[in-house]
Antibody, heavy 120, light 108 residues
Framework: EVQLVESGGGLVQPGESLRLSCAAS????????MAWVRQAPGKRPQWVAS????????HYVASVEGRFTISRDNARNSLYLQMNSLRAEDTAVYYC?????????????WGQGTLVTVSS | DIQMTQSPSTLSASVGDRVTITCRAS??????LAWYQQRPGKAPKLLIH???NLENGVPSRFSGSGSGTEFTLTISSLQPDDFATYYC??????????FGQGTKLEIK
């Protein structure tokens, strides 16, 4: 069974940093694009970032460009999201998602999510 | 940026009803359209990709159709498990608005 388990969420103040992790199991992690998708309370999901199988290509939504960094460790079957200079509008549940072999934005499998709250 | 607009925002229906949700893209997305189901407190679940292809394990009462900029999700006979929020998603290009705003399917 494929599992994606996120961790690292919590309450932080504006301007602080947080690093999210996603542990994958039950799949050939290195074969797939991976993505982070977030969902603010009562809002639609919003794609945040995607990373290619070997990490050579990364894409970000404009609102996080320069503040967030997506990375992966295929040896550890793990995906990461380093979030710096956090803002109140970054408050959301952050989901790790397994995308396709070529469909970078099509999220076939999702984790259970981890809540990030940015508030003073 | 491609914008995705769903209608209606809320839909009230009864078990056994046939329901249809519409999704419109602000420009052509060819066949790169997916539908997700989300239950309260849970992650979205991919139901359909490439307009009409059901994911493994998704009941056949779900179907998708459309082309270009207008797409529909149809549930042929509503079951109790189907009352949830449904999102369309374009995956043709990066955009902050890949997902529609959602349609909440409620019990009448």
């Amino acid at each position: 069974e494929v599992q994606l388990v996120e961790s690292g969420g919590g309450l932080v103040q504006p301007g602080e940093s947080l690093r999210l992790s996603c542990a994958a199991s039950g799949l050939t992690f290195s074969a797939y694009w991976m993505a982070w998708v977030r969902q603010a309370p009562g809002k639609r999901p919003q794609w945040v970032a995607s990373i290619k199988q070997d990490g050579s290509e990364r894409h970000y939504v404009a609102s996080v460009e320069g503040r967030f960094t997506i990375s992966r460790d295929n040896a550890r079957n793990s995906l990461y999201l380093q979030m710096n200079s956090l803002r109140a509008e970054d408050t959301a549940v952050y989901y790790c998602a397994r995308a396709g072999l070529q469909d970078q934005l099509l999220c076939h499998i999702w984790g259970q999510g981890t809540l990030v709250t940015v508030s003073s | 940026d491609i914008q995705m607009t769903q209608s209606p925002s809320t839909l009230s229906a009864s078990v056994g009803d046939r329901v249809t949700i519409t999704c419109r893209a602000s420009q052509s997305i060819n066949s790169w359209l997916a539908w997700y189901q989300q239950r309260p407190g849970k992650a979205p679940k991919l139901l359909i990709h490439k307009i009409s292809n059901l994911e493994n394990g998704v009941p056949s009462r779900f179907s998708g159709s459309g082309s270009g900029t207008e797409f529909t999700l149809t549930i042929s006979s509503l079951q109790p498990d189907d009352f949830a929020t449904y999102y369309c998603q374009q995956y043709s290009s990066y955009s902050p608005y890949t997902f529609g705003q959602g349609t909440k399917l409620e019990i009448k």
